[in-house]
């Protein structure tokens, strides 16, 4: 009997379709709205408190999720299932109430095997606790996971109200709280701080395209007429203020006017246009429009929707912070919430970034 994959994710997302047409894809209909977390502009870090909205699109799509799941994993008679953990426990869920062995991928050892020694900036406290005093380490092992606990206490009453409607098992659950078969951490090895790890536990990764798009004619004759170029981009999720943005955009224009840099691209993605200054005025009183710059009129900027490069100055994201790492590029992390405060810590003990923190621009 022959093998068969079936893959399930948002409508619009048809990544495989081309590349893989043996591979099935199923629809679990619109997205969840993740990308509207960060739509505002964020003028500082998100601790656990600003995630909150993060878990209540998990509860939200809870059950038309976990249903479309059974009736996939039942339909098809499915063997083995790969759940990405993120938001996503109605995968898990059904695994175990169908007694299906489950694969989980997850970018973090501190989700899946939290050691006390170590910790998380989400929380309030340094990756790590070795060099802390002992309240220090109290207050982030007992206060601060109380908190985070009582925080989501809401959410997680309604999962589990939700999770009984579903003849969920309540015994190993909660918010977060899973069991699997076998635990792939998407990570080059290295990166985590050290921690002993059970056998169910691998560090696999990171997992890398083979091939990135190419670049535009425009982008790379950008590239190619200059020798010194700095790659900005924040991701697919957030962005930060007008004021940030144009204090960014500042700092690049003087980095070049003093030859630090001949040449900056940047990738908006989530930024609009219209999140910057019309006029920004530089150290020499210069006055610079800004339209001239976001509309391409500028020799040494360049600005993109989406760049398929490597970037120096990024937002601490774990697939930025794997991409630079391969090619060995030194970073510049501006991290602006969940996993990327961590990173950014993580990247900086390695001794390949510095970091920035967005309520630290100053004038």
């Not at 039942?74 to 898990?92: G, M, Q, S, T």
């Not at 999770?163 to 918010?175: C, P, W």
């Not at 020499?284 to 509309?295: A, C, F």
Request: charged letters at 20%; a negative charge.
């Amino acid at each position: 009997m022959g093998s068969f994959l079936c893959y399930l994710l948002a409508s619009g997302n048809n990544v495989l379709s081309s590349e893989y047409p043996a591979v099935k894809q199923i629809s679990l209909g619109p997205s969840t709205g993740m990308k509207n977390l960060g739509k505002d502009g964020i003028d500082e870090e998100q601790d656990y408190n600003a995630m909150k909205s993060l878990w209540e699109i998990g509860v939200i799509s809870y059950k038309r999720t976990y249903e479309k799941y059974k009736s996939v994993v039942e339909d098809y008679n499915i063997d083995l299932i790969f759940c990405d953990l993120l938001i996503n426990e109605a995968c898990v869920d059904v695994a175990n109430t169908l007694k299906k062995p489950v694969i989980v991928l997850v970018l973090a050892l501190q989700i899946v095997d939290p050691k006390p020694y170590k910790f998380d900036p989400i929380l309030g406290c340094n990756i790590s606790l070795e060099n802390e005093s002992i309240w220090e380490r109290f207050r982030c092992n007992f206060i601060q996971v109380f908190r985070y606990v009582y925080s989501l206490s809401d959410f997680t009453n309604q999962l589990n109200e939700m999770r009984k409607q579903m003849n969920v098992d309540l015994g190993q659950l909660t918010l977060g709280g899973f069991k699997a078969s076998l635990v792939l951490i998407d990570t080059f090895f290295g990166f985590e701080l050290p921690q002993t790890l059970p056998p169910y536990i691998q560090e696999i990764g990171p997992i890398l395209s083979e091939e990135y798009p190419p670049l535009t004619p425009e982008l790379s004759d950008f590239i190619n007429g200059h020798e010194r170029v700095l790659y900005v981009s924040f991701g697919t999720l957030y962005s930060t203020t007008t004021d940030n943005n144009s204090k960014l955009l500042q700092s690049f224009i003087e980095a070049i006017n003093k030859k630090i840099i001949d040449g900056v691209v940047w990738a908006l993605v989530e930024t609009p246009k219209d999140y910057f200054y019309p006029t920004l005025k530089l150290s020499d009183g210069t006055q610079v429009q800004t339209s001239q710059i976001l509309n391409n009129e500028h020799p040494h900027i360049h600005i993109a929707e989406f760049v398929p490069q490597f970037a120096i100055l990024n937002h601490g994201g774990a697939g930025s912070a794997h991409e630079s790492l391969y090619t060995g590029t030194p970073m510049l992390v501006l991290p602006f919430a969940g996993d990327q405060m961590g990173n950014a810590q993580k990247l900086v003990s390695a001794g390949v970034a510095s970091s920035l923190k967005l309520n630290h621009f100053g004038c």
